[in-house]
């Protein structure tokens, strides 16, 4: 198996599977990739982050049903471009399609995840979540791989910062990454871009050689001292094993440091799940008492209609005695009620 199999695999297994076994089962899968000496590969998956119990249930239905989560992404792009256009009766249309689909797969979700009786804030999430990938394409993105790590939320219809982060590519596919997100998204970086692609050629404004660049051919002497000056050590008449002395140090030292931050990271992902894992248990425990409020205040009102009928049985009561007195029958002693005393 290649290291990128191995991560898409761990990746596959990772978001799939109940977060609650999420933490052991990513060491496990790091340490398996150690063992078969892929360092890099076995960093990539100890990186990956626990997802909560929303996203969690909407990667289900992206693994599950990817036409699901397809239409998604057709709606916003459709929203988008009626947007950039402003087409009103286009976005009144399509608006209504929104919320429509918006309400399908949120009962979906519930569905495949085995959610019969979801409590309000789990349900917010998810709408908020699916509201989120209609607005901004990057959050759909990740919707559409089942790679969500939180829920997001999108005021109105436009583009958003998602608060969510991805499963990192296989080291093979990064320069390719590396190669789009350096590619110009707006007039502006594209500007930016021209002027650094610019630099090393030596022309300056409109492509015209640049008068600084002739005079550093036609003089090449001058930096030379400067260089062999800082590179060759015979020249302070100190022994060359020294600069390979540094070399090694400064190798050494560059581990070290890479080390060092290995080790930061992994102390970081251990800080983000700790967390991730005490919000889960605040989120569960708030539901709880929720749940629990809604029963103590349906029994209170079950309660209070008891006391009001039986008050009502009491006032048809007295009246039922005092016509019988008023009737001439037979005297009874006549008593007060008094209240139970426990």
């Known amino acids: 198996m290649t290291g990128p199999d191995r991560l898409q695999e761990a990746v596959a297994e990772l978001y799939s599977s109940d977060p609650d076994t999420f933490v052991e089962r990513r060491k496990a899968l790091a340490a398996e990739a150690r063992a078969a000496r892929e360092d890099a590969v076995a960093r990539q998956i100890a990186a990956l982050r626990k997802p909560t ?34 087409d009103g009766a286009k ?33 917010d999430e998810i709408v908020a979540t699916l509201s989120a990938a209609l607005a901004d394409p990057r959050i759909a993105e990740q919707v559409q791989d089942g790679t969500l790590l939180r829920a997001a939320r999108s005021e109105g219809f436009g583009p958003m910062a998602p608060i ?12 390719a990454a590396d190669s789009r997100s350096s590619r110009p998204r707006t007039p502006g970086s594209r500007a930016r871009g021209g002027e650094v692609r ?29 260089r062999a000056e800082r ?3 015979s020249a302070r008449g100190e022994p060359a094993v020294r600069g390979g002395t540094r070399t090694g140090t400064q ?92």
Request: glycine share 6%.
């Open 198 to 226: 610019n630099m090393p050629s030596g022309r300056g404004e409109r492509g015209r050689p640049s008068a600084r660049a002739e005079p550093a051919r036609a003089e090449p002497a001058r930096p030379e001292p400067a």
């Open 53 to 86: 119990r929303s996203a969690w249930m909407i990667n289900q239905l992206a693994r599950s049903d990817p036409g699901a989560t397809a239409r998604l992404v057709r709606l916003g792009d459709e929203l988008g471009a009626a947007q950039r256009v402003l």
């Open 231 to 233: 590179v060759t050590p």
């Open 164 to 175: 969510l982060t991805v499963v990192p590519p296989p080291a093979e596919s990064r320069p």
């Open 251 to 342: 190798a050494d030292q560059q581990r070290k440091a890479i080390a060092e931050a290995e080790k930061a990271l992994a102390d970081a992902h251990q800080a983000v799940d700790t967390a991730v894992a005490a919000e889960e248990k605040c989120r569960a425990a708030v539901e709880k008492i929720t749940e629990e409020l809604v029963e103590a205040r349906g029994r209170f009102n079950a309660a209070r209609l008891q006391v009001r009928q039986a008050e009502a049985a009491q006032r048809q009561a007295g009246l039922a005695l005092e016509r019988l007195r008023r009737q001439g029958g037979p005297q009874a002693p006549h008593t007060a009620w008094q209240p139970k005393r426990s």
């Open 91 to 123: 976005i009144r249309a399509l608006s209504v399609q929104r919320r429509e689909l918006i309400d399908t797969l949120t009962r979906q979700v519930l569905s495949v995840a085995g959610e019969q009786f979801p409590s309000a804030a789990l349900r």
